[in-house]
């Protein structure tokens, strides 16, 4: 619970009795919403069975509900996985006059409970410290999904350093396994894509939420217009990164393929070289240089013509330019 004269940590049974004082703020922050939460949500919030449904079970995309006197909102942060994987950190929140309800939404077993909690507990201790006093449900919501945009923004800012490590190796032609840099390309590309999807999705479900009228009271809508601005500031950024990498990635196609041109274009000139030669050592060859006997004089004149046709096919070639 926040006061104006500071912050406190109260028990859940107090929970009713908080919540019906015309002073202060609470704030229940539930890292998994086990059975005993959703009765607490149920019974002493009064909040809709399907939002508490979406409390309990993984929300693959962001959502807001409006009731008669609060709001509800499902959004995602990204974190880093293994082999390239994006996880989906959800947050979910029911936004009221005096009140905010935070929970965690389940979570991959690979990602540590602190990744999941680190957006409220940064807010947490902002308050803890008295550097922060929230006025209402709405002020501290802000609060909370400031510091997700900024996590989103930050994990921007990790891929983007991969981004330009990769126009380094391309430009500078350090690619070592040609097939391992691929990947990393894909994967950093990937990353960017992930978190240029959660802010715009998030962008649309606040969007949408400045326009309710219903359980948004007016002074709040300043601070839904500048979370559109921050979810819009981080979807610009990972959408140019995004094509700045595929520009890279472009530059790095477009070279290997003129190398493979121009391979293939000096194979066709050894081919063009060793036809004749080919042609009619596999038409006298075998007659011409045998173990017992050579015949020189066949063989000087159709070693001659080889070279004349070699030698005429090459020059032909450099006209047509393929070398």
Request: charged share 20%; hydrophobic share 45%; with cysteine.
């Amino acid at each position: 619970m926040t006061e104006a004269q500071g912050a406190e940590k109260r028990d859940a049974g107090e929970l009713s009795e908080l919540l019906a004082r015309p002073d202060g703020l609470v704030w229940v922050d539930i890292p998994q919403c086990w059975p005993g939460d959703e009765k607490v949500l149920r019974e002493v919030f009064g909040f809709h069975p399907h939002a508490i449904r979406d409390c309990v079970h993984r929300n693959q995309v962001p959502k807001v509900h409006a009731y008669a006197d609060h709001v509800f909102v499902v959004l995602h942060a990204p974190e880093t996985g293994r082999n390239g994987h994006v996880h989906y950190i959800e947050l979910d929140q029911f936004i009221g006059a005096n009140y905010l309800v935070t929970v965690h939404g389940p979570t991959n077993e690979a990602v540590p409970a602190r990744v999941a909690l680190a957006d409220t507990a940064g807010v947490m201790a902002r308050i803890a410290s008295g550097r922060y006093r929230p006025a209402s449900g709405f002020d501290l919501s802000y609060a909370v999904v400031s510091a997700l945009a900024r996590r989103q923004e930050a994990f921007v800012e990790v891929q983007t350093r991969e981004v330009w490590q990769l126009e380094q190796r391309v430009t500078g032609g350090h690619l070592g396994d040609p097939e391992k840099f691929l990947e990393e390309m894909f994967r950093t590309r990937h990353g960017l894509v992930a978190v240029r999807t959660m802010a715009a999705l998030s962008r649309e479900i606040y969007g949408r939420l400045a326009t309710i009228n219903r359980g948004v009271p007016e002074r709040a809508r300043p601070l839904l217009d500048d979370t559109v601005d921050q979810f819009n500031r981080v979807y610009a950024i990972a959408d140019g990164q995004k094509d700045y990498l595929q520009g890279v990635i472009d530059f790095y196609r477009t070279r290997s393929d003129t190398k493979m041109t121009i391979a293939a274009e000096r194979l066709a000139v050894i081919a063009v070289i060793t036809l004749p030669i080919t042609a009619l050592s596999s038409v006298y060859g075998m007659n011409l240089i045998v173990n017992d006997s050579t015949h020189l004089g066949m063989l000087i004149p159709v070693l001659a013509v080889m070279l004349v046709m070699s030698v005429g096919l090459l020059i032909w070639a450099k006209r047509q330019g393929w070398w």
